[in-house]
């Protein structure tokens, strides 16, 4: 018999790569900060990506799900909710490629008004300093109001999409700011527009609007 602790598969007391893994399993990939943070993976449905690069996950509510970056991180010190009507989150990523980070702001309320649309669209233009007019576009059971504006902060230039989500059923709402900026000097850093666009547009699309579903599966 070999000495007691001993490992009968290695002898001179090196680790195999097995024990290195912890098991026979190739290597796993990083499940990213979303998974990995024990404050934003309260609010994931799954570990398991839903679409490549992306979770789904739900607000605390139980008002909306959406789909947010693997590498998203929601800020504990951001996140808030009134009763049961309204709910602030931010999330942040750093994206190493392009050396930028996205910073994306949510405001979730399920009491507005439909007549008070108008108003709603006018005060959050004002917010964003958005001059122009929002382009409407009919998705399933909503209607999303995006534009598109840039800012300067330090003399940086910041890339900032922005929407605003209406139910089409009921008077949950969403406004979702989404803001890109060089991490360091701008001439080393690259913010790709278009792939920003996609990203922004694949997250609006993905929100489903969950409150008074949930309600009247408790009834």
């Known amino acids: 018999m070999g000495n007691e602790g001993e490992n009968p598969q290695q002898s001179n007391g090196e680790e195999t790569p097995e024990e290195?893994?912890?098991?026979?399993?190739?290597?796993?990939?990083?499940?990213?900060?979303?998974?990995?943070?024990?404050?934003?993976?309260?609010?994931?449905?799954?570990?398991?990506?839903?679409?490549?690069?992306?979770?789904?996950?739900?607000?605390?509510?139980?008002?909306?799900?959406?789909?947010?970056?693997?590498?998203?991180?929601?800020?504990?010190?951001?996140?808030?909710?009134?009763?049961d009507a309204v709910e602030r989150m931010t999330y942040f990523q750093n994206d190493g490629e392009n050396g930028t980070n996205v910073t994306t702001h949510f405001y979730y309320h399920n009491e507005f008004s439909g007549a008070s649309r108008e108003s709603y669209l006018k005060a959050f233009a004002n917010e964003m300093d958005f001059g122009n007019e929002f382009e409407l576009t009919e998705l399933d059971n909503k209607q999303s109001y995006t534009g598109e504006t840039e800012r300067s902060?330090?003399?940086?230039?910041?890339?900032?999409?922005?929407?605003?989500?209406?139910?089409?059923?009921n008077k949950e709402a969403i406004s979702i700011e989404y803001n890109v900026v060089c991490r360091g000097n701008d001439d080393a850093c690259d913010i790709d527009d278009i792939k920003e666009r996609e990203t922004f547009n694949k997250i609006i699309n993905s929100i489903e609007f969950s409150f008074y579903k949930q309600e009247d599966s408790n009834e």
């Open 153 to 169: 902060i330090n003399g940086k230039r910041v890339l900032v999409y922005i929407a605003y989500i209406f139910s089409s059923e």
């Open 20 to 83: 290195e893994n912890g098991n026979n399993e190739e290597p796993t990939e990083s499940l990213g900060l979303a998974a990995e943070d024990e404050f934003t993976r309260e609010f994931l449905v799954s570990t398991e990506e839903e679409e490549e690069g992306f979770y789904r996950m739900r607000g605390e509510l139980g008002g909306f799900e959406m789909l947010m970056p693997k590498d998203a991180e929601l800020g504990e010190m951001f996140h808030q909710t009134e009763e």
